[in-house]
């Protein structure tokens, strides 16, 4: 197939490029670099050694992987250029990961919450709009989140997109229905999913598009069979108080001897998924793309979940860690139950690699070998969800 993908410089779009080029797919990245841009903006560093998108290209084509090509291009403002590239590429399908990600960056201030509904809406509109307008049949895949259904329900497993609902009709009859599960978003950033999420109902029914949205976990861990093969291709890893996920946040803490931010209790279940296993679900979800005039096809892409404090506890057994519990920076439910229906993947093959195999080789292989070039400045959490809440700084920094 040959695939575009969008946001293809970042944490998981680079791994996705590599796995899918290595399986036989022609792959082209379009990516505006914007993530980069915003590493300088905060002053902050991935921990592992990122090379240039042109050095981690060559060095792709010198290890034996199929060129891939690079088009700098801003999906949510070049509407002209990125039909341009629909019409001379023709794509059989385009995967989806072109957004600003971190719920927190996108509640720092009112600059950050428009930047991120303006570009994230902006760029899947667009995205959608060229392809009708084009009249390519490329199947959509869209990195969604687990974050637009909200943590919890009412007792029963989180469905994988729709609920089915009994609705009483004015004449007393009982009528079945199936709705899109009901949204509840904690960020402006997870709000932009649930904006995506409308988007692709629309143009699945008025244009017969094809279209698949994964409605991701947390991912953890950083390599990838591929990423491995010589350091110039290495994937980031945040660790800073915006762009840093839980877990990873966790691993390099530890490694570099700072207490755990555990926001409030730590009672916050979450859904996760590590990296190898997302590259793999990118591919199972282009190897079944729904047909022209389905509806959108929706895949809850998570193995396992857990609560915020006990993965600390975890990690602070494997590795002599301590564990700060700090102001929660955010607004979010103290303590919540999660659980989520992921059969689709699992039916279709994926074989997950779970928290206990991976724990320790992330430690190890990754948190500790690149902790000279963390800056322990960067790692509190200090944007607020509203004016009440407190940064998510220990109150005893630790001493090194
Ligand atoms: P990332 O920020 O590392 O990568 C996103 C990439 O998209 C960056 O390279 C950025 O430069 C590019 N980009 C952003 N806006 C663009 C635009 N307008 N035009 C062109 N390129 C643009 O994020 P990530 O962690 O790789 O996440 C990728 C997708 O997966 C996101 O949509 C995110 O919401 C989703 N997701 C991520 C996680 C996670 O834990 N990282 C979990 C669930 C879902
Ligand atoms: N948390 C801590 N300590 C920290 C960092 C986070 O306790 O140092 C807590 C947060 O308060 C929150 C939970 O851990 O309760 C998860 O936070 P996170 O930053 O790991 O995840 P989140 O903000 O939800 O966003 C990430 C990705 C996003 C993706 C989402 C999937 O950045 O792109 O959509 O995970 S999900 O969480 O399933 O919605």
Known sequence: ????????????????????S?????????DNLSR?????????????PIATMEERLQAWSETGGRPIEFVNLDVAQDYDGLLELLQTQRPDAIVHFAEQRAAPYSMKSPRNKRYTVDNNTNATHNVL????????????????????????????????????VQVTTETGDQVDQKILYPTNPGSIYHMTKVL??????????????RITDLHQGIIWGTHTDQTLRDERLINRFDYDGDYGTVLNRFLMQAAVGYP?????????????????????????????????????????????????????????????????????????????ELHVTNDTF???????????????????????????????????????WTAQQQPGV???????
């Open 260 to 336: 755990m931010t555990v926001h409030g209790t730590g009672g916050q279940t979450r859904a996760f998924i590590h990296i190898r296993d997302m590259v793999r679900c990118i591919q199972i979800a282009l190897e079944n793309p729904p047909a022209n005039g389905d509806k959108v096809k929706i895949f809850n892409q998570m193995t396992e979940t857990h609560r915020v404090r006990d993965l600390a506890e975890l990690i602070a057994k494997i590795s002599d860690a301590t564990v700060a519990y700090v102001p929660n920076p955010r607004q979010e439910a103290a303590e919540n």
């Open 346 to 384: 699992l039916d279709l093959g994926l074989n997950p690699t779970t928290l206990s195999e991976g724990l320790l080789i992330e430690v190890e292989d990754v948190a500790r070998k690149y902790a000279e070039r963390a800056d322990l400045d960067k790692i509190p959490a200090t944007s607020l």
């Open 129 to 164: 709009c060229a392809l009708v307008d084009s009249g390519v049949d490329a199947h959509l895949v869209h990195l969604g989140t687990m974050g637009v259904y909200g943590y919890g329900t009412a007792g029963m497993k989180i469905p994988e997109g729709y609920l089915d």
């Open 394 to 400: 220990p109150e005893q920094l630790p001493v090194h």
């Open 36 to 48: 980069r841009r915003i590493d300088v903006e905060l002053g902050v560093e991935s921990l592992t």
């Open 1 to 20: 197939m040959k695939i575009l993908i969008l946001g293809g410089d970042g944490f998981c779009g680079w791994p996705a490029s590599l796995h899918l």
């Open 22 to 30: 290595d399986i036989g797919h022609d792959v082209m990245i379009v």
């Open 196 to 209: 995506d999420q409308t988007l692709f109902a629309y143009y699945a029914k008025n244009d017969k598009l």
